[in-house]
């Protein structure tokens, strides 16, 4: 069973880049590191997914060690509308390898 | 494409009533998923499905029963609703096959108080 952990909250500021950090000390050798985004009373939203190195697509950048025991989801400039909670997730293997969600980060963007 | 469709939106019971929470998928997705959300908390797997007529229990089965008789649907069945049920209800649907089962596509949720 991989379990994240990543913290409970964080501030930032608009325009400011934001890096959030995961550790998944267990991740198993054929798990992907998977980022979700949700806002208030809606469901969560995939962001970015990746296996090694670095991945960038439109709304972020996820950067993975050699060793995958941790990943940094980094968004560049934020603004208000970036206020969520993030998720990191890994695969469960006790759950017909589904999704596991976590408490997530919850980023507070401030003007 | 209306993607993941859930309804109904909100509901009210009282302690005791039975209900079925529907969920609805359009984009062929092999896999769905029931989730339930507390406030201010992460999401708690309840019941999942790999294909139709395989389901198999999440981290909170217990008070709810799932069937799936078709790709298309997922309902989520509560037998008997207690106060501890009143949560945010998320279905979710994603394709098989690494690394395209770890995108899934949420519903907007269903709100759910038991009195």
């Known amino acids: 069973l991989a379990k994240t952990t990543q913290p409970i909250s964080m501030d930032s500021y608009e325009g400011q880049e934001v890096n959030i950090t995961c550790s998944h000390n267990n991740i198993a050798t054929n798990d992907y590191i998977t980022w979700y985004q949700q806002f208030p009373s809606q469901g969560p939203r995939f962001i970015i997914q990746g296996y090694k190195t670095k991945v960038t697509n439109e709304v972020a950048s996820l950067f993975i060690p050699a060793d995958r025991k941790s990943s940094t989801l980094s968004l560049p400039r934020v603004s208000l509308s970036d206020t969520a909670v993030y998720y990191c997730?890994?695969?469960?293997?006790?759950?017909?390898?589904?999704?596991?969600f976590g408490g997530g980060t919850r980023l507070m963007v401030k003007p | 494409n209306a993607g993941v469709t859930q309804t109904p939106k909100f509901q009210v019971l009282k302690t005791g009533q039975s209900m079925t929470l529907q969920c609805a998928q359009d984009m062929n997705h092999e896999y769905m998923s029931w989730y339930r959300q507390d406030p201010g908390m992460g999401l708690r797997l309840i019941h999942y499905?790999?294909?139709?007529?395989?389901?198999d229990q999440g981290e909170v089965p217990n008070g709810y029963n799932v069937s799936r008789s078709t790709t298309e649907d997922f309902p989520l069945r509560l037998l008997s609703a207690a106060p501890s049920q009143t949560s945010v209800y998320f279905c979710a649907s994603n394709a098989h096959g690494f690394p395209a089962k770890n995108i899934q596509y949420f519903g907007a949720g269903t709100r759910l108080s038991v009195l």
């Open positions: 499905s790999v294909g139709a007529g395989i389901t």
């Open positions: 997730l890994v695969g469960d293997k006790n759950a017909g390898n589904m999704l596991t």
